[in-house]
C-alpha cells in the first residue's frame, strides 16, 4: 500500500467537523444549535449502598404499616412545588406537586418551593453618579422561580441571592448614569437593572418580572444648589421675555407714528378716542396735550 493510499484511509476514518453558522433570526427563534445552560440531569446509576438503604427503607415503611403511614406521605399546596433528594441526589430529575406525595423516610429529603410572586422592597442605596453626585434611589423588585430543581441545586438561597443581586445592580447602574437621566428617565433605569438581574438569575431558576424605582433622595445642599440654579434660570428667561416685549413696542410705535405722520387728522383722531375713555371711566381729571409748536405760537402773539 503506497503512502497516499494510507493518508487517504486515514481522512476517511477520521470524523469530519461540521461549522454551523447561526443567523439574527436563529437567535431570536431559539436555534437547537444555541448553547443554553441548564442542570445536567442526574443519569448516574444507584450504588450499591444506596440501593441497600432504599431496600431497608422500604422494609422498615412495611414493618411499621399502619403507623409508616404517617410518615411517608406529605402534601403540597398548589402555589408549591417539592423537590425530592433521595440519598442527596434529584429524584427523577423534577419537582413534584401539588398533592399527596409518597417519600421514604431516612432516605430521602423533601423541599418546598414558593412559586408565587414575590415583592421585595430594596433599602434605600447610596451610590455615585456617572458626573460624580451622591445619590439615594430605593426601588421594588417583583420575582417568581419558574424551574424549583434550580432553585435548590444552583444557589444556596434563592431568595437572599435576589435580593442581595438587587441591591448591587442598581448600585452599579446608578453609577453610569448621569443625574440628570436618573431624574429624568427613571423607566430607563429600572429597565436596565431588570435585564442586568435576568441575565444572573436565570441560572437560579428565578424570573425577575419587575423592577420600578420609588424614591430618589438628594443631600440637602444639592437640592439647595439645583433650586438656585433653576430660580437664576427663570429669572434669566424672564429678562429675556421682558426684552423681547420692549422691542415688539417700540417696532410698533414707530409704524404708529410712521401712520400718524402721514395723516394730520389721525392725531386728532387719537386725541378724542383718548378723551372718550377717561370720560367713561368716571374721573374729574382731563389732561389736554399741547405741543411744543402750539405754545411758541402762543408767546409769539
Known amino acids: 500500500m503506497s503512502e497516499h493510499e494510507e493518508k487517504l484511509k486515514v481522512s476517511q476514518q477520521e470524523p469530519r467537523q461540521t461549522s454551523i453558522s447561526l443567523t439574527p433570526k436563529d437567535v431570536e427563534k431559539g436555534s437547537p444549535n444555541i448553547f ?17 438503604l432504599i431496600f431497608m427503607s422500604i422494609i422498615l415503611v412495611v414493618l411499621a404499616f399502619p403507623l409508616s403511614l404517617i410518615c411517608i406521605f406529605v402534601s403540597s399546596r398548589q402555589f408549591e412545588r417539592a423537590v425530592i433528594l433521595r440519598n442527596g441526589k434529584v429524584h427523577k430529575n423534577k419537582a ?85 437621566d436618573v431624574l429624568i428617565n427613571r423607566p430607563v433605569i429600572s429597565q436596565q437593572v431588570l435585564e442586568l438581574m435576568k441575565n444572573t438569575t ?16 438628594l443631600p440637602l445642599q444639592l437640592q439647595k444648589a439645583m433650586a438656585a440654579e433653576a430660580e437664576s434660570t427663570r429669572l434669566a428667561n424672564a ?36 378723551l372718550q375713555l377717561i370720560a367713561g371711566e368716571g374721573t374729574h381729571t382731563v389732561v389736554f396735550p399741547f405741543s411744543f409748536e402750539m405754545f411758541q405760537k402762543l408767546f409769539s402773539k
Open 36 to 52: 443554553k445552560p441548564r442542570l445536567q440531569l442526574n443519569k448516574e446509576k444507584d450504588k450499591l449502598i444506596e440501593k441497600f
Open 96 to 180: 413534584f406537586g401539588p398533592g399527596l406525595l409518597f417519600y421514604l423516610p431516612c432516605v430521602d429529603s423533601v423541599k418546598f418551593i414558593d412559586l408565587r410572586t414575590f415583592c421585595y422592597e430594596v433599602p434605600p442605596q447610596e451610590a455615585l453618579t456617572k458626573d460624580s453626585l451622591t445619590v439615594s434611589v430605593d426601588a421594588v423588585v417583583f420575582y417568581k422561580v419558574f424551574e424549583p430543581v434550580w432553585a435548590v441545586i444552583n444557589v444556596s438561597n434563592y431568595r437572599i441571592a435576589t435580593q442581595f443581586l438587587a441591591s448591587t445592580t442598581l448600585r452599579n447602574a446608578l453609577g453610569t448614569t448621569k443625574l440628570s
Open 202 to 217: 436565570k441560572e437560579w431558576g428565578v424570573k425577575v418580572l419587575k423592577v420600578e424605582i420609588k424614591d430618589i433622595r
Open 239 to 274: 429678562k429675556i421675555i421682558v426684552a423681547k416685549s420692549e422691542i415688539e413696542t417700540i417696532k410698533n410705535l414707530q409704524v404708529a407714528t410712521t401712520l400718524l405722520m402721514e395723516n394730520p387728522m389721525g392725531m386728532q383722531l387719537r386725541y378724542l378716542q383718548s
